[in-house]
């Protein structure tokens, strides 16, 4: 029977997929028709959800003729048969996968915002798109979860011929709902099939990624809402950089947010860390820390000094402001962030009351980490090991009072089931530790 749309069709197949709960599934939609389909299955079996971004390499003289496709991270696979029968040298291969390569991460940016994709090593990736005709998109979709290092891959659709079904089958797992003798055209098994445009593929990677932290361990809401939750332009200097300021009921304290390089303030981690922090009463201030046109220069990025003064100048811009200037100030800063958030703890005129740094990079402050006063927490996941000992050789250049906290079972990202939670956890209690005293002092 027909499929009444995208997400109905998702919902069957994710039936047909809950032999996978409890294995370490990733489910990747192929854009844009797969994602809706793939949404679904992602929310039943509870997965983390993300796209498989392939683009086919066309023979150059008969572009149609698929020789491979590429994915992100480099991966690539060929049809040997194909680029010797067609003669295609190595400098053409080369030119058609650099031009196809521009178009890939054009399209993962426009997918993902500012989201890493979700790591395939080790892990079952489950394909999905929202039909089969002849295969060739699924097949290079899998073909490319494979380079990427998933163990095994199950191909999941809702309607295909046999025909294509047992020709992928020979090479992955294919789960199918619906497999009509005569298909030719997806849509037809559809009844609604409207096309599924760029922006509907982002909302529905944002949604899942959003859900998947509040599983992790976040509150659905604070237990009163908060009495600002809004955009603001944040000036800094010369300049006004776009952020979100959060102040719960009587907060305690304000906790400005320093992101790692190519995030920005609508990052998932630090807006899951910042709603741990609101329930425990302490405002938050995430923020851009360069201008769109300056984010262009990638030495901009990279800039600790300048990231920092710029930190510096907004913990000046919030003094300014009457609703939060009488509360105590502190910085949690991740990546390349926390850098910035030490490198301007250190300034002589900074009166911040606590630093805390994730997945950190404390050691890009350099030689101002001998300045810094403010007690300072820097947590670090225990399978981070690189990063892991540079925190160990920055913390033994603060002559402040700090903590280094190891996250069991936790990469760089704390993207782990409950290592996210564990790290806002540990922030949180040391904040409000040192918020509250600087507040009850005040009092």
Partial sequence: MPFVDRREAGRRLAERLM????????????????????????????APLDVVVVRK?????QPELAMGAIGEGGARVLNDDVVRMAAVSQQELDTVEKRERVELDRRARRFRGDRPRVPLAGRTAVVVDDGIATGATARAGCQVAKSQGAIRVVLAVPVAPPRAVAELGRQVEVVCVETPDSLWAVGQWYRDFTQTS????????????????ISLGAESA???PPIRDEEVEVTAGRVGLAGHLTLPEQPTGIVVFAHGSGSSHHSPRNRFVAKVLNQAGLGTLLFDLLTPREELDRANVFDIELLGDRLGEVTGWLG?????????????????GAGAALWAAAQPDC????????GGRPD???????????????????????????????????????????VPGATHLFEEPGTLAAAAELARDWLHTHLGAVTSTAR
């Fill in 320 to 336: 300014d402001q009457p609703v939060v200037r009488h509360l105590p100030i502190a910085y949690f800063g991740a990546s390349t």
């Fill in 198 to 213: 760029d922006d509907e593929v982002a909302r529905l990677l944002a949604e899942s990624a959003q859900l998947e932290l």
């Fill in 351 to 358: 009166d911040v009351a606590a630093v805390v740094s994730r």
């Fill in 19 to 46: 032999y996978l709960q409890g294995e370490d599934v990733v489910v990747l939609g192929l854009p844009r028709g797969g994602v809706p389909v793939a949404f679904e299955v992602a929310q039943a079996l509870g």
């Fill in 364 to 406: 890009l402050a350099g030689p101002r980490l001998g300045q810094v006063c403010a007690p300072t927490l820097l947590i670090v996941g225990s399978l981070d090991p690189a990063v892991l000992e540079l925190n160990r050789q920055a913390q033994a250049q603060l002559h402040c009072e700090s903590s280094l906290a190891v």
């Fill in 57 to 61: 390499l066309g023979v150059p003289f």
């Fill in 222 to 224: 604070p237990a009163d």
